[in-house]
């Protein structure tokens, strides 16, 4: 969803910050723009959002090279299984809280002064729709998402005064590489029972709903959480 995020922000002629905990893979999508025909638009920064330090010194890095910030998206994300009974969960609860909200909110700080010079200042965070409810054996990613969610609403508030906007984005089945041990037979039966569009999405319909959040048509909606799901949170049965 980053990859696709990034490539459609720099096709609509955004200047585009690529940061990865993989420097190669922030390389790869900055060349992939480059031949799409927009060189220049796009520099890549390894960035491991678990490290606050390297936060504060990737986002005034990035500031300094454009010579501002507008948009902030917060994409960073995993998926790990994790058994409330067993003592591996204490580490995936630190894990997922600290990559999937407490990075949010450092990367929100950081970039705070440069969205404050700016004139369509927007923060855009990456949820879920376990954000929403809940599946087993997933309660630490959950509940980070839910936090992500909570997140959003109190900073929406807090930053409105100021014209910031913050809107989150809930998606739901994706067919993303997180997801790519799932056996397509086992998504097309899980897609086709809970969704009402009965498929998969693709990371392309996020990185839109992302883009609908920062256009200036949308410079009156904040603290919103923005099911892209293919129905599957309002389907019953």
């Known amino acids: 969803m980053g990859r696709a ?3 459609l922000f720099a096709s609509e002629g955004a200047n585009v910050a ?18 799409e025909g927009h060189p220049g638009t796009a520099r890549a920064w390894a960035l491991d959002v678990s490290d606050r330090d390297a936060i504060k010194t990737v986002i005034a890095a990035i500031g300094e090279a454009f010579g501002a910030i507008d948009i902030l998206v917060n ?5 790990i299984p994790a058994d409330v009974a067993k003592e591996s969960y204490e580490e995936s609860w630190g894990r997922s809280i600290e990559v999937m909200l407490s990075a949010h909110q450092r990367t929100i700080r ?3 002064p440069w969205l404050r010079k700016s004139d369509a200042p927007r923060i855009v965070n990456v949820a879920s729709t376990e954000g929403l409810g809940a599946t087993p054996g997933n309660s630490p990613y959950s509940a980070a998402k839910h936090g992500v969610i909570g997140l959003t609403r109190g900073l929406a508030v807090d930053l409105g005064r100021e014209g910031i906007t913050v809107n989150c984005i809930c998606p739901g089945p ?5 997801v790519s041990s799932i056996p397509d037979e086992h998504k097309q039966i899980f897609a086709k029972r809970r969704t009402a569009l009965r498929r998969y999405g693709i990371a392309e319909e996020v990185a839109h709903m992302t883009l609908s959040c920062v256009l200036p048509a949308a410079s009156f909606l904040t603290g919103t959480a923005i099911p892209v799901d293919g129905g599957l949170t309002i389907k019953n049965a």
Not at 75 to 79: H, I, K, T
Not at 174 to 178: A, F
């Open 174 to 178: 994706i067919d993303t590489p997180l």
């Open 5 to 7: 995020t990034a490539h």
């Open 18 to 35: 690529v940061t990865d905990l993989d420097e190669q893979k922030c390389a790869e999508v900055v060349a992939e723009i480059a031949a």
């Open 75 to 79: 994409n960073a994300g995993f998926a």
């Open 110 to 112: 950081a970039a705070l």
